[in-house]
């Protein structure tokens, strides 16, 4: 079944995706179209469910209470819509909060949604099918960099250049497991045995550092110079077990291999590229910098100072501490594959949920069709 047909089959249809992360809940409901599908609402606030947790381990009053009213805005708009599937998940906070799943219980009694927390795995495997729509068939290597407010996700995929197949359509039935096994790391072949029409995961890996597990660390520190530092040699400790990061092969400049990032963090060196006074979705979701270019970004914010920065219209108070930490993680990622360039994705898990989401219902509406 192409993608076309996908959505063709189930037209006019609802499908919504809820995310509660460390730093923001989000939601999104679509519909369908012919070949694709339309946001019809959404909705994004800072909740800060993480806060306070890497020196507690519990999710605080305050910060349950903010994510509860973001949640009951979020039921009061799924129920203007004929949702014929949703799925709510709860990442990197409510996984190691201590207090996480009674929390989920009590948004469940309260508000009526049932939340679901699911396993790093699941988290990188919707973010790397979230942004297949900007994935080049040019490049044979693609390395999705997903940074969360408690964990960042890093997806080496291979695919056969020669394949003609639709990425999006490759990626929903992808494995999700690494291919080939660390003890192999120096000796990865320069031709992969990935079959026909198929994408492979070279490896992967979840790395419990996100801007805010890195911004309550190093929160002691004043100069930003020596807190970037720390944060970019800490998150490239973490690297280390990455396959990719181990090979000849996978570091060197001459590898097609395109890098793609999602999160606040790289659409705001998006923005601040573009100089944009508002945010638009639309001039920053695919734009694709050099490696040079996203440095020169990092210096300037630099420059700006604290002060600076939190007048800027890219960030503001909302992402003002939590800009510094974001842009270690990145500068840690172009530092281990250089000379690359960055496509920039204002896009990931939720998109990743919805296109699932579509392609099971239209799998069991032909199912239904043909009996």
């Given at each position: 079944?192409?993608?076309?047909?996908?959505?063709?089959?189930?037209?006019?249809?609802?499908?919504?995706?809820?995310?509660?992360?460390?730093?923001?809940?989000?939601?999104?409901?679509?519909?369908?179209?012919?070949?694709?599908?339309?946001?019809?609402?959404?909705?994004?606030?800072?909740?800060?469910?993480?806060?306070?947790?890497?020196?507690?381990?519990y999710?605080?009053?305050?910060?349950?209470?903010k994510?509860?009213?973001?949640?009951?805005?979020?039921?009061?708009?799924?129920?203007q819509?004929?949702?014929?599937?949703?799925?709510?998940?709860?990442?990197?906070?409510c996984?190691?909060?201590?207090?996480?799943?009674?929390?989920?219980k009590?948004?469940?009694?309260?508000?009526?949604?049932?939340?679901?927390?699911?396993?790093?795995?699941?988290?990188?495997?919707?973010a790397?099918?979230g942004c297949?729509?900007?994935?080049?068939?040019?490049?044979?290597?693609?390395?999705?960099?997903?940074?969360?407010?408690?964990?960042?996700?890093?997806?080496?995929?291979?695919?056969?250049?020669?394949?003609?197949?639709?990425?999006?359509?490759q990626l929903?039935?992808?494995?999700?497991?690494?291919?080939?096994?660390?003890?192999?790391?120096?000796?990865?072949?320069?031709?992969?045995?990935?079959?026909?029409?198929?994408?492979?995961?070279?490896?992967?890996?979840?790395i419990p550092l996100?801007?805010?597990?890195?911004?309550?660390?190093?929160?002691?520190?004043?100069?930003?110079g020596?807190?970037?530092?720390?944060?970019?040699?800490?998150?490239?400790?973490?690297?280390?077990?990455?396959?990719?990061?181990n090979?000849?092969?996978?570091?060197?400049?001459n590898?097609?291999?395109?890098?793609?990032?999602?999160?606040g963090?790289?659409?705001t060196?998006?923005?601040?590229?573009?100089?944009?006074?508002?945010?638009?979705r639309?001039?920053?979701?695919?734009?694709?910098?050099?490696?040079?270019?996203?440095?020169?970004?990092?210096?300037?914010?630099?420059?700006m100072g604290?002060?600076?920065?939190?007048?800027?219209?890219?960030?503001?108070?909302?992402?003002?501490?939590?800009?510094?930490?974001?842009?270690?993680?990145?500068?840690?990622?172009?530092?281990?594959?250089?000379?690359?360039?960055?496509?920039i994705?204002?896009?990931?898990?939720?998109?990743?949920?919805?296109?699932?989401?579509?392609?099971?219902?239209?799998?069991?509406?032909?199912?239904?069709?043909?009996?």
């Open positions: 079944m192409n993608q076309k047909n996908i959505y063709h089959n189930i037209k006019g249809k609802y499908f919504a995706a809820l995310d509660l992360g460390t730093n923001s809940c989000r939601m999104l409901v679509v519909r369908t179209t012919e070949t694709a599908f339309e946001v019809q609402d959404s909705f994004s606030k800072s909740v800060g469910l993480g806060s306070n947790l890497e020196s507690t381990g999710l605080s009053k305050s910060a349950i209470i994510a509860m009213r973001a949640l009951k805005v979020c039921k009061k708009k799924f129920d819509y004929p949702i014929e599937s949703w799925k709510l998940v709860a990442t990197e906070a996984r190691r909060a201590k207090n996480g799943r009674n929390f989920l009590r948004v469940q009694s309260e508000i009526g949604l049932r939340l679901e927390i699911i396993e790093p795995e699941e988290e990188a495997k919707y790397v099918i297949a729509p900007l994935m080049k068939k040019k490049f044979d290597n693609v390395l999705v960099v997903d940074i969360g407010g408690g964990s960042t996700e890093l997806v080496w995929l291979k695919f056969r250049t020669s394949c003609q197949d639709d990425r999006l359509h929903l039935n992808l494995k999700f497991k690494k291919s080939i096994p660390h003890s192999l790391a120096k000796n990865i072949p320069k031709k992969s045995n990935v079959g026909s029409g198929q994408a492979e995961v070279i490896d992967w890996l979840s996100g801007v805010s597990t890195l911004s309550q660390k190093y929160f002691d520190i004043e100069e930003d020596v807190k970037f530092a720390l944060m970019v040699c800490d998150f490239e400790d973490h690297l280390s077990s990455f396959l990719p990061y090979s000849d092969f996978y570091l060197s400049r590898l097609n291999v395109q890098v793609i990032g999602t999160s963090t790289i659409t060196i998006g923005a601040v590229h573009l100089g944009l006074k508002k945010y638009d639309d001039q920053v979701d695919g734009l694709e910098l050099k490696a040079e270019q996203v440095e020169e970004v990092i210096k300037n914010l630099f420059k604290s002060s600076g920065r939190k007048k800027n219209p890219a960030i503001g108070d909302s992402r003002c501490d939590l800009i510094i930490p974001g842009l270690a993680i990145i500068q840690a990622i172009l530092s281990s594959w250089p000379g690359k360039q960055m496509c994705a204002d896009r990931g898990l939720r998109d990743g949920i919805l296109h699932t989401l579509i392609r099971k219902n239209a799998v069991k509406f032909n199912k239904n069709k043909y009996k």
